[in-house]
Nanobody
Framework: QVQLVESGGGLVQPGGSLRLSCAAS????????MGWYRQAPGKQRELVAS???????IYADSAKGRFTISRDNAKNTVYLQMNSLKPEDTAVYYC????????WGQGTQVTVSS
C-alpha cells in the first residue's frame, strides 16, 4: 500500500516562508504525477502545484511566482517551497500521488497569521 507522509507545516507570519515535504513509500518514478492540494475551512480542495514523472510542472494562478514544487528522486520526496506567504494561504495542505489510483497524505496545517 502506498503511503504519503507530509511534514513542514506550521505557523508563519505574512511574508514568511515554509517548505513542505511529502515522503512516499515507493519510488516517485512509479507515479504519473505528484502534487500539492490545499483546503481552507469552508472551501473546496484546490490544486496548488503538481509535477509529472518527467519533471513537467503546473501551478495554480495563486501560487505562480511564490511557490515552487520540486522532487528528490533519491529520497522519494516531493517538496513545496512556499515564499511570500499570505493569510489566504492558510489551509491544510495535502500531498497527492497519481498512478492507477490516487493516493493522499493526511495533510499538514499551514497557518499564516500575525
Amino acid at each position: 500500500q502506498v503511503q504519503l507522509v507530509e511534514s513542514g507545516g506550521g505557523l508563519v507570519q505574512p511574508g514568511g516562508s515554509l517548505r513542505l515535504s511529502c515522503a512516499a513509500s515507493l519510488s516517485i518514478f512509479g507515479f504519473n504525477s505528484m502534487g500539492w492540494y490545499r483546503q481552507a475551512p469552508g472551501k473546496q480542495r484546490e490544486l496548488v502545484a503538481s509535477i509529472t514523472s518527467v519533471g513537467l510542472t503546473i501551478y495554480a494562478d495563486s501560487a505562480k511566482g511564490r511557490f515552487t514544487i520540486s522532487r528528490d528522486n533519491a529520497k522519494n520526496t516531493v517538496y513545496l517551497q512556499m515564499n511570500s506567504l499570505k493569510p489566504e494561504d492558510t489551509a491544510v495542505y495535502y500531498c497527492r500521488a497519481a498512478r492507477q489510483f490516487d493516493y493522499w497524505g493526511q495533510g499538514t496545517q499551514v497557518t499564516v497569521s500575525s
